[in-house]
């Protein structure tokens, strides 16, 4: 049994490895297309957004030093969009790599609207469902039903080595497409569970979590980035992502993990800045608290901020703290 578990680990580490070596080659892949003209995001690193940045976690760690919050408990990305030809950004942690929870979500959704763009696959009202259902709510059923449309693989019984190494290969398709984008050190090829996985879906896992999803904030502030801009996709299908992601932080709600009101959008709202505009998808989990905001303030400010914390699950101000300094400060760089 232990032979067969290190096989699957090795099978595994080769199929998450073999998506950024091979990316280059897999720009001419049949299985997806990217836009004609698509380049990924040039972004400039920004010496005042990084001091920006780091002042805003060295004062979240400060404020939360007797919760005992340090500095390997968070990472953040930030990204400057008002000027879309001169694109800047900053990041702590950035490249850190951190189990998601929800914030993969996104990454499917993008690649689901490359598939319809493709006509890999076909729009239904099941899977429009499935789609707003994934986002909106956060329901990890419909991204379970979406990952199987994604990567046409499904749950069951665990599977002999031959078998096993066919159903990993196909699954392992949203990984070659952000790899084809010269995305690194992410992984995407899990569904989400509200308990845990079984069957194929744990022996995919490497039985103890190898090869869970993984994201750095980086990442996940290009991919908003890219969608923001309309990068990724045509148009109208851009609108259609940026849709979902439109959270109505106004008025009140008793859900403390409501994606509007329970992640950056607490900043908004203690700085009264009711005509702000947000876009996001949060992740969280018994451990995890994450959110991948993009805001638009009417004083003109417009910028992606990312922001995954580890171990503080029910903490909800940590990642407000951090917003709040970015709303408050960022108009000042120029």
């Known amino acids: 049994m232990k032979k067969l578990f290190t096989a699957l680990f090795c099978l595994i580490t080769i199929c998450q490895f073999s998506v950024t070596m091979n990316a280059q080659n897999l720009k ?36 939360f030093k007797d919760k005992n ?27 850190e790599k ?19 763009a493709d006509g890999r696959v076909k ?14 709510d956060s329901s990890n059923e419909a991204t379970q039903y979406i990952l199987d449309v994604l990567t046409q693989t499904s749950s ?19 990984n070659r497409f952000y790899a084809a984008q010269n995305y690194q050190n992410i992984n995407v090829n899990q569904k989400t569970f509200c308990e845990d996985a079984y069957g194929i879906e744990q022996q995919f896992r490497g039985y103890k979590g190898n090869n869970r999803n993984m994201l750095t904030t980086n990442a996940t ?5 890219e969608i923001v801009l309309g990068k990724t996709n045509t148009p109208e299908r851009t609108r ?7 959270r109505d932080f106004s008025g009140t709600t008793n859900d403390a993990d409501d994606q509007a009101h329970g992640f950056t ?62 709303l408050d400060d960022l108009g000042a760089i120029r």
Do not use: C
């Open 156 to 174: 069951g019984a665990e599977m002999p080595a031959k078998e096993f190494e066919k159903w990993a290969a196909k699954r392992n398709i949203v």
């Open 28 to 63: 001419k892949s049949k299985e997806f297309t990217l836009p004609a003209d698509y380049q990924p995001l040039a972004l400039e690193n920004s010496p005042a957004l990084q001091t920006l940045l780091d002042s805003a976690v060295t004062e979240t760690l400060e404020k």
């Open 265 to 326: 959008g607490i900043a908004l709202i203690n700085k009264g800045l009711k005509d702000a505009r947000l876009w996001s998808k949060a992740g969280w989990t018994s451990t995890t608290r994450h959110d991948a905001a993009y805001i638009e303030t009417p004083g003109g400010l417009k910028f992606v901020l990312v922001v995954f914390t580890e171990k503080f699950a029910n903490e909800r101000d940590i990642i407000p703290t951090v917003a709040g300094k970015i």
């Open 240 to 246: 259609l992502m940026m849709d979902l992601m439109k």
């Open 98 to 116: 951190i189990y998601p929870a929800s914030v993969v979500k996104m990454f499917y959704m993008n690649a689901l609207e490359r598939w319809l």
């Open 69 to 95: 919050l340090k500095s390997e408990n968070i990472a953040a990305t930030l990204i400057d969009l008002r000027d879309a030809n001169n694109l800047k950004w900053a990041s702590v942690r950035g490249e």
């Open 123 to 136: 729009m239904t009202p099941e899977l429009e469902r499935g789609l707003k259902d994934m986002i909106v």
């Open 221 to 225: 502030a290009r991919l908003l980035a």
